[in-house]
C-alpha cells in the first residue's frame, strides 16, 4: 500500500500534470524553499501518523505581479521567481491546495488556508486574493476564503485542452 506521502504526490501529478505544462509551477524542493523565502507561511501540511494528509502552497506576491500573471503575461514560475524579497505585499496566489480524498469535506483545507493568511497578513497588507482554479473544489474553497477574509478574488482562466 503507498504511503500517505507517495499518495500526495499522485494526487498532485493526477490533478495538476506540472511536468507537461509550461504555465505551471512544478513543485520540487527548490521551489519549496523559495516559497518559504516569500514567507515561511507560505508552505503548509496537515499530517498524521502516516505523514501528510493536506498541502497548501500561498504565493505572496505585488499586485503588479498578480495582474501580470491573471492576464497570462507571465507563468505560475515567473509569479513566484519575480516576487521581490523583504517587501510588503498586497496581493496573495492561492496556488495549490490537496487533500487527500478520505479527509475531505472536514474543513482542513479552510483551516490550513485560514491559518496561513493570517500568520502572512500580520506581515503583508494583503488586498486582494487570486487563484487558478483546476477543479470545482478548489473553485468553492478560493470563493469561501475570500469571503471569509473579506478580500475581492480574482481568477486566471484556464484554457480548456
Given at each position: ?10 494526487l ?18 527548490q ?5 518559504k523565502?516569500?514567507h ?11 505523514g ?5 502552497l ?27 524579497l523583504?517587501i ?6 492561492l496556488c ?10 472536514k474543513?482542513i483545507?479552510?483551516?490550513?488556508a485560514?491559518?496561513a493568511?493570517?500568520?502572512?497578513r500580520?506581515?503583508?497588507p ?19 476564503v ?16
Open positions: 500500500m503507498p504511503t500517505n506521502f507517495e499518495r500526495m504526490i499522485r498532485a501529478v493526477e490533478t495538476f500534470d506540472a511536468h507537461n505544462d509550461p504555465e505551471q509551477l512544478d513543485v520540487d524542493e521551489v519549496i524553499e523559495r516559497l523565502q516569500v515561511p507561511a507560505a508552505v503548509s501540511e496537515r499530517a498524521n501518523a502516516d501528510p494528509i493536506a498541502w497548501l500561498l504565493i505572496p506576491t505585488t499586485s503588479d505581479l498578480m495582474n501580470q500573471f491573471i492576464e497570462k503575461k507571465i507563468s505560475e514560475s515567473d509569479l513566484l521567481y519575480k516576487t521581490p523583504q510588503k505585499y498586497d496581493s496573495l496566489y495549490s491546495v490537496m487533500v487527500l480524498q478520505e479527509f475531505r469535506k474543513g483545507a479552510k483551516t490550513l485560514f491559518e493568511i493570517k500568520s502572512i500580520a506581515d503583508h494583503i488586498k486582494t486574493l487570486f487563484t487558478w482554479n483546476f477543479s470545482r473544489e478548489g473553485e468553492l474553497l478560493a470563493e469561501s475570500a469571503r471569509y477574509e473579506r478580500l475581492p478574488l480574482l481568477k486566471r482562466e484556464r484554457q480548456v485542452k
